[in-house]
């Protein structure tokens, strides 16, 4: 009880939002190519068996979009990624090098794919002082290219703004995705939010699916953006008329795509991606954009359980990425926070709810409805957002559920509830007028 109140308390002193009334909505996008030149010999994150071996070659380029939006004096950014996920000190680092222009931890959202075949997150975390190639290195160089690059992106999208009209549409796929942990609960929502300009040109596509881009393995060593690049590509192609699409992914800690097809991992990815975005573009020609009003955000701090590694880390985790019990101690020390930075959006008829991690699709369904019978038409969970803190289990999944998603679980059985607490209690600010 004394834990529950303190997320409370937390979240009453430090819960922000904001809104603007009177004012247009006006947006700009932008885009940058944040692959590295192979000769930085920097390796691809999701799978200790890759041992920090440099990446062989680039198989398809992964980029950074930026989406920003302003009414009056308030602004937020979204930035898409194509990686497996970021570290704290990546959008801490960003917002340094763009001082007096309006940035915090308040208002931007960074929202990777999770691709499999993109940078270990690791190389970018500058607290990884570990060496262990299990874990991935710690790489200056590659950290300092990706800051410059974002850099970029966001001075770039934080000019030109125009007005803009937006709406969100989605639907329910079937047979597209699945629980690996063979637990019931499957997020079958696909969401898809248009952005146009006022002459009806669309300016910008944001998709929400959830499954892991896992279609590549460990023994793949070429860099990728996975499905989610697929998606990304061939949605814009359907388009036209120079849209920027922009993918995040959702609760995908135990969901995996669903493809009947013997072709190989490289060939799947492409596959894959083309029939999720013939979804989403049957979505995106339903929907009407329209003029939003309703445009706010909202931040709060949320205290986190202590460390505890789960009694099945050593038979998965454990094993996989070279600890024992000493040294796996030592690593969330190191690595794990003791308290997270989570934020919300509301754009028009749509939430997005920032999670810092690998959440459980039992765990997201619930925010979803939660924020729904709110007064809410559309939620959608924002994966990995800002930094990865494990995956996120609900109490009894926890207790009772054994296998990889468990074991990487490094908070202990009340994490789960402490993050869909701090996400409901994050977002319900935002849903006040319709």
Do not use: C
Not at 206 to 226: I, K, Y
Not at 227 to 244: A, E, F, K, R, S
Not at 373 to 393: C, T
């Amino acid at each position: 009880m004394k834990y529950r109140a303190l997320i409370i308390i937390i979240f009453s002193i430090f819960t922000l939002s904001f809104t603007s009334q009177g004012k247009k909505l006006t947006a700009n996008v932008a885009s940058i190519d944040i692959t590295p030149p192979i000769e930085m010999k920097y390796t691809l994150g999701g799978y200790g068996e890759r041992m920090n071996k440099p990446a062989e070659a680039i198989h398809d380029h992964i980029m950074a979009k930026a989406l920003s939006l302003k009414m009056g004096d308030r602004k937020y950014m979204i930035i898409t990624l194509d990686l497996l996920g970021i570290p704290s000190n990546v959008k801490s680092d960003l917002i340094k090098r763009v001082p007096g222009m309006g940035w915090g931890l308040e208002n931007m959202m960074f929202l990777p794919s999770h691709s499999h075949g993109s940078l270990e997150m690791a190389a970018l975390n500058s607290k990884n002082l570990l060496n262990n190639p299990n874990l991935g290195i710690f790489q200056p160089k590659l950290l300092a290219f990706l800051i410059d690059k974002l850099e970029t992106l966001v001075r770039e999208a934080d000019k030109n703004y125009q007005p803009v009209k937006i709406g969100t549409e989605s639907r329910v796929l079937e047979g597209l995705n699945r629980n690996r942990r063979n637990d019931p609960d499957i997020d079958k929502e696909l969401i898809v939010t248009r952005i146009d300009l006022n002459n009806g040109k669309p300016l910008a596509v944001l998709v929400n699916w959830t499954a892991h881009p896992t279609f590549l393995g460990g023994q793949d060593m070429l860099v990728s953006a996975e499905w989610p690049g697929y998606l990304q590509t061939n949605l814009q192609n359907l388009i036209g008329q120079g849209v920027t699409t922009m993918y995040f992914n959702g609760s995908e800690g135990d969901q995996s795509t669903v493809l009947n097809s013997d072709k190989k991992g490289y060939e799947k990815i492409q596959i894959y991606g083309k029939i999720i975005a013939n979804k989403a573009f049957e979505v995106f020609k339903d929907i009407k954009p329209r003029e939003v009003k309703e445009f706010k955000y909202s931040y709060g701090i949320v205290p986190l359980p202590e460390h505890a590694a789960h009694p099945s880390f050593m038979k998965t985790g454990g094993e996989e990425y070279g600890l024992n019990e000493k040294t796996v101690k030592i690593v969330m020390d190191v690595l794990g926070p003791s308290e997270v930075g989570m934020g919300a959006v509301r754009i028009g008829d749509l939430v997005i709810s920032g999670i810092p991690g690998e959440l459980t699709a039992v765990l997201g369904l619930k925010i979803k409805m939660t924020l729904k019978e709110s007064g809410i038409k559309h939620v959608a969970i924002g994966g990995l957002a800002n930094e990865w803190i494990g995956y996120i289990l609900s109490r009894d999944q926890y207790l009772h559920g054994e296998g990889y998603e468990s074991s990487m679980s490094f908070y202990g059985p009340d994490f789960g509830e402490a993050i869909s607490t701090g996400a409901i209690k994050t977002a319900l600010p935002l849903i006040g007028s319709k």
